[in-house]
């Protein structure tokens, strides 16, 4: 079997995870799980390399952070499946007393979360600061992150391309998810974000598109190049095209699945369109 | 009666700048931030012996507290500089997030707070920040009184596990408290002991609360002052102990009167030991340009405002 063949059950398992999981509650955030769940997949299957006892402080190892924490499903799902905490946890997502909150946070404890996310444009400063702290103590290894395209329109994501553009942040891996789609509509119709590549180039970044970032080839073609590109003196984007809830068929091409769940019916059937690969929890 | 005295006057910014440079000899892992602001916050020294560990961020406060956040994955404790104002108020939800919800050992170092940044008026002279910091769970809120008490509060916060807001001013102000002391987190400092008033102050304004308790004493009222450094976690032992005493209260800050230390004191005081208070404090209003004593006086934060309040208690 190729790579991707191997994986495949994978990322099927995990959309039927962020399927059940959004309708359990009703709520949370289907459509940008689902978009970037081959992502998530072939970056903690394959391209990441951490310790799955986890240590807050990421020390010798890679870590991820997720800007666009309203993705979740997706976060919790793979790292569930990769062993980072019991698959029966995602019983319990967004419900009282859990660990698995509406957005991820810190803190309740989660293993796997470094940093709380959800109100938007936080992340890639944190991660130009955790890829700093690595550079402090000699730690060669990369920090990865994720943002939505929407995301972009906050302002202190500018901030820090400027920053990290400006001073070499070459540890840094940061992932747009480039969807088109924002709550109120598509992202050419709320804000233009017009060219996302330039905009990068402009600020001194190493800029890399995934043409299919739901084919899991080109994603991991594209991660392994980008980690080629580390250590280079410039930080590194890759500008991920996706298709927002990408293998339900009801929840492609629109923004309307961004943040509502399926009802029993719709959720059957984006289910028989995944069928269980490695159990479900 | 009290015996303090003015050593010479210096502003608590240098008391910062002074600590933080102690502190980077001391603490490998103290990394110092700062937004286009290295002279005013006297981080100078630091940038100078530790360039390795000085990030310039530029005209980016709400990045500089993401990467603030972001850096202490791996251990490091980064301090931030930069005007109160911008410290809080503008990136508040940062620090909400990234580092308060988060529960990131950011230390949150503030300068040029309240009336007495001076002439450059209203936009830059917060009045509201201690509301703010104090509303976040988990946030230490410290305003030391002089330059030797934000030294060695600059170096006691780096000893705390957790976020702290650290504020101090820009003016030259008395330096009055020992050069060589240990600064306790929460824990009041009782100046002078007396019987007929509380005096609880903060920041600037304790010296101003000896100088009312000297004006107090000439007509026969002992005053008790207590510098309140610690606004949160408050010593609500010293307070309620010290309105058992006096039944009479009076707060002093350079602050806002919705949100400030008054407020702290009043709903311990409600609790557990309802006292007739008075603020000293700004009346829900912005600044103006005008010079530090100018907008003291204009303002009602001084000694005499304090003698005032005190005889109303009393009256």
Redesign the interface.
């Known amino acids: 079997m190729t790579e991707s063949q191997n994986l495949e059950p994978f990322v099927q398992q995990v959309r039927r995870d962020i399927l059940r999981q959004v309708h359990a509650v009703n709520s949370g955030h289907p459509g940008g799980s689902l978009g970037c769940t081959e992502f998530f997949s072939v970056l903690f299957k394959e391209v990441m390399q951490y310790d799955i006892n986890f240590k ?4 010798n190892e890679d ?1 991820f ?1 997720l800007s666009n924490g309203h993705i979740s499903p997706v976060y919790y799902s793979v790292l569930a499946r990769c062993g980072f905490f019991d698959v029966k946890e995602l019983n319990t997502f967004r419900k009282i007393n859990s660990r698995l909150q509406g957005h991820p ?3 309740e404890g989660l293993p796997g979360i ?6 938007l444009g ?13 550079k ?2 000699d ?1 060669e290894h990369i920090v990865y992150s994720l943002h939505g395209d929407g995301e972009l329109q906050e ?2 994501n500018w ?2 391309i ?2 990290a553009g400006s001073k070499g942040i070459d540890n840094l891996i940061a992932t747009i998810d480039h969807n088109g789609q924002q709550i109120d509509g598509a992202t050419k119709e709320v804000m233009p974000l017009n060219n996302i590549k330039d905009k990068f180039t402009a600020f001194d970044w190493q800029v890399i598109e995934v043409n299919d970032g739901n084919d899991l080839d080109q994603v991991r073609n594209g991660l392994r190049k980008a980690r080629q590109l580390t250590g280079k003196g410039k930080p590194t984007v890759m500008i991920l095209n996706t298709v927002m809830g990408n293998g339900v068929d009801y929840m492609m091409h629109t923004h309307e699945w961004h943040g509502k769940a399926p009802d029993d019916e719709l959720l059957e059937k984006g289910l028989a369109q995944n069928p269980e690969t490695l159990g479900d929890y | 009666m009290n015996t303090f005295t003015n050593t010479g006057n210096i502003d608590t910014r240098s008391g910062f700048g002074a600590g933080l440079s102690e502190l980077g000899d001391k603490n490998k892992n103290v990394v110092a931030l700062c937004a286009d602001l290295t002279g005013s916050l006297k981080m100078n020294d630091f940038k100078k012996k530790f360039p390795e560990r000085f990030y310039q961020v530029g005209i980016a406060e709400a990045n500089m507290m993401g990467i603030a956040a972001g850096m202490t994955i791996g251990g490091k404790i980064p301090f931030t500089g930069t005007f109160a104002n911008f410290s809080t108020g503008r990136v508040y939800d940062q620090i909400r997030q990234s580092i308060a919800y988060s529960g990131k050992n950011v230390k949150l170092c503030a300068s040029h707070a309240g009336l007495t940044l001076g002439e450059d008026g209203a936009t830059h002279q917060i009045l509201e920040d201690i509301g703010m910091m104090k509303m976040l769970p988990g946030m230490t809120v410290i305003n030391p009184c002089d330059y030797n008490q934000t030294k060695a509060a600059t170096q006691a916060i780096a000893d705390h596990e957790g976020p702290v807001y650290l504020r101090f001013g820009r003016p030259k102000v008395p330096n009055f408290t020992a050069e060589d002391q240990k600064f306790e987190i929460g824990k009041a400092q009782i100046l002078q002991e007396g019987n007929d008033v509380s005096i609880f102050a903060i920041g600037h304004l304790v010296w101003e609360a000896l100088e009312a308790a000297k004006a107090l004493q000439e007509k026969g009222i002992q005053a008790e002052v207590i510098n309140l450094a610690t606004i949160k976690p408050l010593d609500e032992k010293a307070v309620i102990d010290s309105a058992k005493k006096t039944n009479a209260v009076v707060t002093a800050e350079e602050h806002n009167y919705y949100g400030g230390l008054g407020e702290s004191v009043a709903r311990t005081l409600a609790q557990h030991h309802p006292t007739r208070q008075e603020f000293v404090a700004t009346q829900d209003t912005f600044g103006e340009s005008g010079k530090p004593h100018e907008l003291l006086d204009k303002y009602g934060l001084n000694a005499d405002a304090i003698v005032v309040k005190a005889e109303k208690l009393l009256g």
Request: overall charge negative.
């Open positions: 807050p402080d990421g020390e870590i952070f946070t810190t803190h470094r940093i709380a996310s959800g109100s936080q992340g890639m400063s944190v991660s130009i600061g955790a890829a700093q702290t690595k402090l103590n730690d302002g202190q901030e820090a400027m920053y």
